[in-house]
């Protein structure tokens, strides 16, 4: 099975999601001679199908593909699907995460609530199917930790009383977004396997 990202942060959550030992998830990282497959979608679940049929139909294997957006209420949810190009075209997270911080500078605490909204598509053959996970947090004013990537060190988790980016990789892949979604897709997949 494909996982169809050239993002090494999503390959190594979903290695530990999935339980698989190092090189025991193939990602288009495996195939640098494949062009890029543009994400030209609306939604979440519209770029993750694109991403998983185009990588099907470039390497002939079953494949799985990621989309995320973080939803913010505020921004009457923004960034969402173009959360990776929320500052432009070849934002870094640095550069996403100061806009997103701009943006919220007037927004009061009650009102910073937000989402990561994750969709995993399969595309094997005939079959299509996708499945999501949510987790919702709230926005800080300020970065809080070095782990994880993205907007995790600005999204709080109540309960946990930590930022995604202080969590270690466990305590994320538990609650994430990320986590719910694969789990969920390695569950179709152990009941109807490709
Ligand atoms: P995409 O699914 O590759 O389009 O990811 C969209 C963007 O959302 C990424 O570039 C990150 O900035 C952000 N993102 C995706 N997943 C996470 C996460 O688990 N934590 C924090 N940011 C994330």
């Known amino acids: 099975m494909v996982l169809a990202t050239r993002n090494a942060d999503k390959v190594a959550e979903i290695r530990r999601i999935l339980r698989l030992p190092a090189g025991g998830l193939v990602s288009l990282l495996d195939y640098p001679e494949l062009p890029e497959i543009d994400e030209t979608g609306l ?3 519209d770029n993750a199908l694109i991403k998983a049929r185009e990588a099907h139909r470039q390497t002939g294997l079953p494949c799985l ?5 973080l939803e913010v209420d505020a921004l009457k949810g923004a960034p969402g699907v173009f959360s990776s ?5 070849g934002a870094t997270y640095a ?3 100061a806009k997103l911080l701009r943006a919220m500078e007037a927004v009061q605490e009650k009102n910073r609530r937000a989402r990561f909204r994750c969709v995993v598509a399969l595309k094997a053959g005939k079959r299509e199917e996708w499945v999501e996970g949510n987790l919702e947090g709230v926005i800080l004013r300020e970065a809080r930790g070095d782990g994880g990537f993205g907007y995790d060190p600005v999204f709080f988790i109540p309960q946990a009383g930590k930022t995604l980016a202080e969590m ?3 305590e994320k892949n538990a609650v994430s977004h990320r986590g719910a979604a694969f789990r969920r897709m390695a569950e179709r997949l152990a009941e109807r396997p490709v």
């Open 43 to 45: 939604t979440l679940e």
């Open 65 to 69: 593909a990621d989309d995320t957006g």
């Open 85 to 89: 190009r929320f500052a432009g075209p």
């Open 95 to 97: 550069d996403n995460t």
């Open 168 to 170: 270690t990789l466990e």
